[in-house]
Nanobody, 124 residues
Framework: QVQLEESGGGLVQPGESLRLSCAAS????????MGWYRQVTGKQREFVAA???????TYTASVKGRFDISRDNAKNTVSLQMNNLTPEDTAVYYC??????????????????WGQGTQVTVSS
């Protein structure tokens, strides 16, 4: 069973930093894209950042210049370094990955997988 496990959320003050990490495990043939979404209660889940294996990362406009996404393809991990956090960054952050799993020993079709979410709260 393919799983994504996140870590690194917490409570910080405005202007401070946090680093989120996510590790994919299970029968994985290849991971195409890894990244992060976030969701505020009562609102739609919002794209934050993503990284394919080779292309430059993409970011939503509100985090450009403050957030930095990185991947370790060998370890199937993705991290999100969040700097200069503001209260508007408060949300549950979800790791996602587009993964080609191995099913009964055979490469299967790509599917999107999600982590359980980690709370980030920015407040003074």
């Amino acid at each position: 069973q393919v799983q994504l496990e996140e870590s690194g959320g917490g409570l910080v003050q405005p202007g401070e930093s946090l680093r989120l990490s996510c590790a994919a495990s299970g029968p994985i043939f290849r991971i195409h894209t890894m990244g992060w979404y976030r969701q505020v209660t009562g609102k739609q889940r919002e794209f934050v950042a993503a990284k394919t294996q080779t292309a430059p990362p993409t970011y939503t406009a509100s985090v450009k210049g403050r957030f930095d996404i990185s991947r370790d393809n060998a370890k199937n991990t993705v991290s999100l370094q969040m700097n200069n956090l503001t209260p508007e960054d408060t949300a549950v952050y979800y790791c996602f990955a587009t993964i080609l799993p191995v099913v009964r020993g055979i490469r299967s079709n790509a599917s999107d997988y999600w982590g359980q979410g980690t709370q980030v709260t920015v407040s003074s």
